[in-house]
């Protein structure tokens, strides 16, 4: 299951010229201040409103960051991250905007420059701060506004803009297309592991990733097998495998329907009940906390987490493992978009249980884990490596502190940044998919989880 690392170090490679890729949007600067204003008045309603009304400055949140914490640096406060939604709301939109007005200064480009190092840079909308802020303030949420009003602007950081316009107009995403797919399948056939591609009718539409494609063959092979195991209806389409979003990494709302509706529609061409999302964090809530607004109707079909669904058939007692581990210690690191955004927790660690792993949970687990620094398209941001380096010494104090020989995670875009956490930092214990510790342990067919989902 070691990922190969000449491959992985080439796959940097390439990351690192992204940037070069981008194309500019060319605007004057007074036009750029316009197109982000303009996101700010069509997206902070009472909800935000409400947060942005709610702040008092109390500074608990500073504790709760990663950023914050790692670098040690006051400017990465939370709080700072929706300043500049705060600013456009007192003066433009809240009732006492006649007052603000009088008290507080027009924004400008710079300080759309400086929100850009904030809310792309050293913010991964982990979530972590509203559990510690008394407000209980979604500062993710206004950070996610605040890509908007950027992207809207057209000053999406270039490396970011250069996947998401990728995604946009070629609907690949680092190259990979439908043909990596289709060669991707036909390798594992190769092996004797044959995967239904393209049926035009199946229970289950399953979705892989970039980066299961390219680099995490493990995790593909594992849904393989898992899916011919379980003996279900189900398949991989072309037309729609990537559960990979970059318009909603970088707040590029068409991009990101484009992509979110390609999902829907096949899955609702080919009947399916139950789309199966990738060891990919983002994507999980991408579709299933915001393709129904994107649809415009409730999705006819259940969305799952592969941890979340692998977890509930081990749960029904629908899944076999063999107990392999055998008391071997290991922790659980919790993606944030999957764990704390989407409530997937005691899921994974059944699985695990299951296998026969003596769990031991980091200081910071579940709710209160800390990101490993690389989420929310921070990764793919080549200036933020000194960023991710401080709050992946967070990291790998916790995961330490296990005496663990063995961390595993269910996302892809976790795992990039621990391999390369651990390339750079070292970190003790070996970095595991747990999709792809199941595709190893399997041992008898099963039958499928129980269709629906209390909601
Ligand atoms: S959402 Fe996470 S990364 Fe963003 S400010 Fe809060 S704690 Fe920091
Ligand atoms: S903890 Fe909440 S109320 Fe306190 S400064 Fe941070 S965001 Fe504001």
């Not at 908007?148 to 297309?177: C, K, M, W, Y």
């Not at 990537?242 to 709302?253: D, Q, V």
């Not at 509706?261 to 009940?273: C, D, N, P």
Request: one cysteine or more.
């Amino acid at each position: 299951m070691a990922v190969n690392m000449e491959i992985f170090h080439q796959f940097l490679g390439q990351i690192a010229h992204l940037g070069e890729r981008a194309e500019h949007v060319d605007l004057p600067d007074e036009k750029r201040v316009a197109l982000a204003k303009e996101i700010f008045h069509q997206n902070i309603k009472a909800e935000q409103a409400g947060d942005l009304e709610s702040c008092m400055h109390c500074g608990l949140c500073a504790e709760a960051c990663h950023f914050r914490v790692g670098t040690g640096d006051p400017r990465y406060t939370p709080a700072r991250k929706f300043e500049l939604a705060r600013r456009v709301y007192r003066r433009e939109i809240g009732p006492f905007r006649w007052l603000y007005r009088l008290v507080t200064r027009e924004i400008t480009i710079d300080d759309l420059m400086e929100a850009q190092e904030l809310v792309f840079d050293s913010c991964t909308t982990c979530g972590r701060c509203t559990l510690i802020c008394p407000m209980g303030i979604n500062v993710a949420g206004l950070v996610t506004t605040t890509r908007h009003a950027l992207a809207n602007a057209g000053l999406i950081p270039d490396d970011l803009a250069a996947v998401e316009q990728e995604q946009g107009s070629r609907g690949t995403v680092f190259g990979a297309g439908a043909e990596h797919l289709r060669k991707a399948l036909e390798r594992l056939a190769a092996q004797g592991l044959e995967a239904p591609l393209d049926k035009e009718r199946a229970d289950y539409l399953v979705l892989t990733s970039v980066v299961d494609l390219l680099l995490f063959n493990d995790q593909l092979a594992s849904t393989v097998k898992l899916f011919n195991r379980l003996g279900v209806d189900w398949t991989f389409r072309s037309n729609a495998y990537e559960g990979a979003n970059f318009g909603y990494l970088a707040g590029c709302g068409e991009v990101q329907r484009k992509a979110t509706l390609r999902v829907i529609e096949e899955a609702v061409a080919i009947g399916a009940k139950a789309v199966i999302v990738p060891e990919c964090g983002h994507a999980y809530p991408a579709l299933r906390w915001e393709g129904a607004d994107l649809y415009g109707k409730p999705l006819p079909f259940d969305v799952y987490a592969i941890s979340e669904f692998l977890g509930l058939l081990v749960q029904q007692g629908e899944l076999e493992l063999d107990e392999a581990l055998n008391g071997k210690v290991a922790t659980y690191h919790d993606p944030c978009k999957v764990g704390r955004h989407s409530g997937v927790l005691d899921e994974p660690r059944a699985v695990l249980r299951k296998l026969g792993a003596d769990l031991r949970e980091m200081p910071n687990h579940g709710l209160l884990n800390w990101c490993c620094g690389g989420g929310a398209g921070l990764f793919v941001i080549n200036r933020t490596v000194p960023l991710r380096r401080a709050a992946f010494e967070i990291k790998k104090q916790e995961v330490e502190s296990t005496e663990a020989e063995m961390v595993v995670m269910a996302c892809g875009s976790c795992r990039l940044n621990f391999i390369k956490g651990k390339d750079e930092m070292g970190l003790n214990g070996e970095i595991v998919s747990l999709v792809a510790l199941v595709g190893e342990h399997l041992v008898r067919k099963s039958e499928p989880v129980a269709s629906g989902r209390e909601e």
